[in-house]
């Protein structure tokens, strides 16, 4: 059985930093590629970035580019998103979700939360 | 990087049929044939409903079809059943790895 288990949110403050982390099981991590899409509290989803499944490909929204950085360890079965410089609007859920033929997120997370407040 | 649009609610009694658009731009949805959609209950992670605009992952009922004719792809739902009510995305490649969601429509099934 696939799953995919966020960690790290929190209450933060603004400009401060925070590294989520995703642990996956039950597929061969290192096939696929791997996403964090976020929703705002009562708001649509917003794909925040993507890494392949050897780290050459990766992708940014405008949004978090500059702030954020997605990185993996394949021997570890892990994602992270580096969070830094954070903003009042990057609070949300945090979900990670496996890539299915690249472009598509077929197995999701059930999301950490991360609050950005002074 | 502007969201896809679609409609923000649509409505339907069950057994009827329902198409929820999505219009991106020429970067996005009018350039490349990788557009999916996600089907979202309250509290719920998002579940994968079509993918590469009209095929359906193993397991999705054929109720739900997809479509795309230039820079606007479509969600058909027929037959609409009560546990269809939820809130859909469409969600595109946009090019240099990057992908874009849709503000999100909301279907209600009276």
């Known amino acids: 059985e696939v799953q995919l288990v966020e960690s790290g949110g929190g209450l933060v403050q603004p400009g401060r930093s925070l590294r989520l982390s995703c642990a996956a099981s039950g597929f061969t991590f290192d096939d696929y590629a791997l996403y964090w899409v976020r929703q705002a509290p009562g708001k649509g989803l917003e794909w925040v970035s993507g890494i392949s499944w050897n780290s050459g490909s990766i992708g940014y929204a405008d949004s978090v580019k500059g702030r954020f950085t997605v990185s993996r360890d394949n021997a570890k079965n892990s994602l992270y998103l580096q969070m830094n410089s954070l903003r009042a609007e990057d609070t949300a859920l945090y979900y990670c979700a496996k890539g299915f033929n690249t472009y598509y997120f077929d197995y999701w997370g059930q999301g950490t939360l991360v609050t950005v407040s002074s | 990087q502007s969201a896809l649009t679609q409609p923000a609610s649509v409505s339907g009694s069950p057994g009827q049929s329902i198409t929820i658009s999505c219009t991106g731009t020429?970067?996005?949805?009018?350039?490349?044939?990788?557009v999916s959609w996600y089907q979202q209950h309250p509290g719920k992670a998002p579940k994968l409903m079509i993918y590469?605009?009209?095929k359906r992952p193993s397991g999705v009922s054929n109720r739900f079809s997809g479509s795309k004719s230039g820079n606007t792809a479509s969600l058909t739902i027929s037959g609409l059943q009560a546990e269809d009510e939820a809130d859909y995305y469409c969600c595109s490649y946009a090019g240099s790895n990057t992908l874009i969601f849709g503000g999100g429509t909301k279907l209600t099934v009276l």
């Open positions: 020429s970067s996005d949805v009018g350039s490349y044939n990788l």
């Open positions: 590469e605009v009209s």
